[in-house]
């Protein structure tokens, strides 16, 4: 277990270990070949990381050696899905955690740089989060997280850029990398909730968002739908607080309503990501990131893989295993 905040070292110690150059070699008299003698140490490759977001290939290299578990961070352009998963990092950097404990991170550096124009812009009245753009294919983020018992895990954060789940064709082609997987955070953008003319376009965007999900074979019966409103601070700043929350609430009835007979889980939370200072929003984001270490049962599983047994998910490559 590690001490809170960001004092212990990385976890990115790979090391490369190579054939002896010194190895004997033995040459056949007799038909003049060269072949190798015994060799007595066994040749491992072992693959070392960049320290940024990592692409599909190098997710599954990491698969090799650590056991992973995928968390699918959804929402619009800008709703705030980039500053929420690298805040979960900052609450340790900053020190704000209390029941969890940092375990390391393959991505240190990607996560700074998506916090670099926030940096930039500290003197301007809002932060600002640089966007993900569509083409980008290093959006894996790693965490490890350690509990109060000593359990570890490894989360993978899916950085995705919103135009992915803006559109039907887009969110497909991710379908069979995403399929059951147990842990997705869909993202409200809390300041366009404040807006009488469009808070309810933001609540149909996760209602059809969720049942995209649901029709892909993305959200199953195991997995479990955590709702995040982001940008409480502008939630709490409008001139039209109570009649915000009183939506917000009201929507949230709805959607527990019409989800969670679908699902392994449900739950809701308000947040203001940047304000990791105030540990009211430190408490939140450690909520969170316990949600996502929560098991699911076996016998919960056994829902969707009755009669599966030949079914393979592109993502148990990546090391999810039941």
């Known amino acids: 277990m590690e001490e809170n905040g960001l004092q212990n070292k990385s976890i990115l110690e790979n090391e490369i270990q190579l054939q002896d150059s010194e190895t004997e070699i033995k040459t056949d008299s007799e038909n003049g070949d060269f072949r190798e003698a015994d060799i007595q140490a066994e040749l491992e490759y072992v693959y070392t990381y960049s320290g940024q977001a990592m692409n599909q290939q190098e997710l599954f290299q990491l698969s090799a050696h650590e056991d992973l578990e995928l968390v699918l961070v959804a929402g619009p352009f800008e709703s705030g899905k980039t500053t929420l998963e690298t805040m979960l990092y900052y609450v340790f950097l900053e020190g704000r955690n209390k029941k969890l404990n940092f375990g390391g991170s393959y991505t240190i550096p990607g996560f700074k740089k998506r916090t670099e124009k926030i940096l930039y812009s500290s003197g301007e009245p809002e932060a600002v989060m640089g966007r993900t753009l569509l083409q980008d294919t290093d959006c894996f983020l790693h965490l490890r997280v350690c ?4 359990q570890s895990q490894n989360l993978i954060f899916a950085d995705l850029p919103g135009e992915i789940f803006e559109k039907t064709g887009y969110i497909e082609d991710y379908r069979e990398a995403f399929e059951d997987v147990e842990n997705v955070i869909v993202v409200m953008d809390g300041s366009k909730v404040c807006n009488i003319n469009e808070r309810q376009n933001v609540f149909m965007d996760t209602l059809v968002m969720i049942k995209m999900f649901l029709k892909n074979g993305i959200i199953t019966h195991n997995t479990k739908l955590q709702i995040v409103c982001t940008k409480l601070d502008e939630i709490q700043a409008s ?5 915000v929350e009183s939506f917000l609430e009201t929507k949230w009835k709805d959607l527990l309503r019409l989800f969670e007979n679908e699902v392994f889980s449900m739950d809701y939370i308000i947040v203001s990501a940047m304000r990791i200072e105030e540990e009211y929003e430190s408490e939140k984001l450690e909520k969170i990131l316990c949600k996502c270490m929560e ?24 090391g999810i295993r039941g």
């Open 239 to 243: 001139e039209n607080r109570a009649e």
């Open 295 to 318: 098991d699911v049962p076996r016998r919960n599983k056994a829902i969707l893989w009755e009669n599966t047994l030949e079914k393979v998910r592109q993502f148990d490559f990546f």
């Open 147 to 150: 509990n109060e018992t000593g």
